[in-house]
């Protein structure tokens, strides 16, 4: 069993930055990858920025370069640096990880810009 649980979201205005933490307890080692995801209203979930075991990352197009990912050294912790943030970025962000196959998801950590 995995559980995440995600710190950090909140109000910014457009061109600020926030950080998203995610902490990851349970059955650390069984892990393969993960990740951020963000979900607008209305809109479907999407991948913002993943990181594999072996460090590699990968974001959506709409973030590169604004985004980056990175982890602890006890890789239990990833976080989300969130740089020149748009109003178009406000979602609920969730934390993901892939645990045997499976996605284990945070509860989710709301992130608003305004303009």
């Known amino acids: 069993q995995v559980q995440l649980v995600e710190s950090g979201g909140g109000l910014v205005q457009a061109g600020e930055s926030l950080r998203l933490s995610c902490a990851a307890s349970g059955s650390i080692s069984s892990i393969a990858v993960m990740g951020w995801y963000r979900q607008a209203p209305g809109k479907q979930r999407e991948l913002v920025a993943r990181?594999?075991?072996?460090?590699?990352?990968n974001y959506a197009g709409s973030v590169k370069g604004r985004f980056i990912i990175s982890r602890n050294d006890a890789r239990n912790t990833i976080f989300l640096q969130m740089n020149s943030l748009k109003p178009e970025d406000t979602a609920v962000y969730y934390c993901?990880?892939?645990?045997?196959?499976?996605?284990?998801w945070g509860q989710g950590t709301q992130v608003t810009v305004t303009s």
């Open positions: 990181i594999f075991n072996s460090g590699s990352t």
């Open positions: 993901n990880a892939i645990v045997q196959g499976s996605n284990v």
